[in-house]
């Protein structure tokens, strides 16, 4: 049962545009919405976080939007650069107590071309 | 601060053959987990460790075993290498209360033939 569902699987941007994933989930208990980046040859590493009860978070170039009626989640990267290449992986957590597990979506592959 | 390390950064095994993954930390993090990646399929989580003689089972143990004697470190085992477990693996660390803030090592890129 994949638990988050990412959407695209890969993604082609100019230079300037707007980059856009999206990810779904099932399970309600989920309270905490990471995002990674990762670099090819490298581990991922965090990029941004959201908790369900804000509907927008931005960092910079970076922006997540969270609609907790849908069950849905969104990065969003503006003036995407080249050196924005990577791949971007959404994630999931119950961060209540003796919840462990980080789910991951499959990821998506981002080209941005001069 | 290393950071999360790991060894080798490649290896190549024969089916049948048994190896050790090494993974060490130095930020004095409880939790640390052991993901798989393939193409296509994302970070699948093989086993974690919430703090020392503490270990449990992810998404994927089947053919691996961990073990967690001291904070720092982290090995993972392969028992009889499969052709199936052909990937990149990536070990991670966190505090216990922010596993979602998640410290990944460089990988091991294992080939089994």
């Known amino acids: ?114 | 601060n290393a950071g999360v390390t790991q060894t080798p950064k490649f290896q190549v095994l024969k089916t049948g053959q048994s190896m050790t993954l090494q993974c060490a930390q130095d930020m004095n993090h409880e939790y640390m987990s052991w993901y798989r990646q393939d193409p296509g399929m994302g970070l699948r989580l093989i086993h974690y460790s919430v703090g020392a003689g503490i270990t449990d089972q992810g998404e994927v143990p089947n053919g691996y075993n961990v073990s967690r004697s001291t904070t720092e470190d982290f090995p993972l085992r392969l028992l009889s290498a499969a052709p199936s477990q052909t990937s990149v693996y990536f070990c991670a660390s966190s505090r216990k209360d922010r596993i979602s803030e998640q410290y990944f090592g460089p990988g091991t890129r294992l080939t089994v033939t």
């Open chain 1, 1 to 114: 049962q994949q638990q988050v569902k990412q959407s695209p699987q890969s993604l082609i941007v100019q230079k300037g545009g707007i980059s856009i994933i999206n990810c779904a989930y099932e399970n309600t208990a989920f309270d905490y919405f990471p995002w990674y980046q990762q670099f090819p040859g490298k581990g991922p590493a965090l990029l941004i976080a959201i908790r369900p009860d804000v509907s927008e978070k931005k960092e910079g170039r970076f922006t997540i939007s969270f609609n907790k009626s849908a069950k849905q989640f969104s990065l969003h990267i503006m003036d995407s650069q080249p050196g924005d290449s990577a791949t971007y992986f959404c994630a999931a957590i119950y961060s209540g107590a003796g919840s462990y597990q980080l789910t991951f979506g499959k990821g998506t592959k981002l080209s941005v071309i001069p």
